[in-house]
């Protein structure tokens, strides 16, 4: 059974160009959340999502920043315009039922922005 | 708002050491907690999962504990060994949404 899978690993854009970070969560998981961990942060919550539905999205910025979970393939934030301060490692965790609710993390998605 | 907060921020033992490490939290209404270990560069592995009902979780040489009316957690890491060395987060479920509240984590050294 495969973990949390996470493309790409790193990405490296420009400033207002757009980031597209993909997140399969494991077999069988139908949630989804995105986590941002800043330059010498904490993580933090972004969003978490069930398939076709976002669930919550109070951590996520309200300008730029956009999360989906579509019916069929992988979870997608997309950042659009990146700026500076948008560099930062991304994960994403899936869990199961709610009743267990253990996250499984993937290895992350690296984002620079030059 | 939950707020977790980690004690010590950064430990350096010899090796064999048991250790402790802390975990506060503001907000005792919470659904889990997790206790997580983090490789430079890397991401996250899942080492004890305690639900709100639980006191305690092992597994080999750790174990977790959890005080919910004191707000507290506990991973306890016996004989200590170099390869232990990591970045070791707490991490509160604080509702049915479940998503985790962190702590700034504890920056373990373990020396040959």
């Known amino acids: 059974n495969a973990g949390v899978m996470q493309n790409p690993r790193h990405l490296v854009r420009r400033r207002g160009q757009e980031a597209r970070l993909r997140c399969s969560p494991m077999?069988?998981?139908?949630?989804v959340y995105w986590y941002r961990q800043l330059p010498e942060e904490g993580l933090k919550f972004m969003v978490y999502?069930?398939?076709?539905?976002?669930?919550?999205e109070s951590g996520m910025p309200k300008e730029r920043f956009s999360a989906e979970f579509p019916k069929e393939g992988p979870s997608i934030l997309r950042i659009q315009q990146v700026v500076r301060g948008d560099s930062a490692a991304y994960f994403c965790?899936?869990?199961?039922?709610?009743?267990?609710?253990?996250?499984?993390f993937g290895p992350g998605t690296r984002l620079t922005v030059l | 708002k939950q707020e977790v907060t980690q004690i010590p921020a950064a430990l350096s033992v010899p090796e064999g050491e048991n250790l402790v490490l802390n975990c506060s939290f503001t907000?005792?209404?919470?659904?889990?907690l997790q206790w997580f270990r983090q490789d430079p560069g890397k991401g996250l592995t899942s080492l004890l999962l305690i639900q709100s009902s639980q006191r305690e979780q092992t597994s080999g040489r750790l174990n977790a504990s959890l005080d919910k009316s004191s707000g507290r957690s506990t991973l306890y890491i016996a004989a200590s060994q170099p390869g232990d060395s990591a970045t070791y987060l707490c991490a509160v479920g604080s509702n049915a949404g479940n998503m985790l509240t962190f702590g700034g984590g504890t920056r373990l050294m373990v020396k040959p």
């Open positions: 077999k069988g998981h139908s949630h």
């Open positions: 907000d005792s209404a919470i659904y889990n």
């Open positions: 965790a899936s869990h199961g039922q709610p009743a267990y609710n253990e996250q499984f």
């Open positions: 999502l069930q398939k076709e539905n976002i669930i919550d």
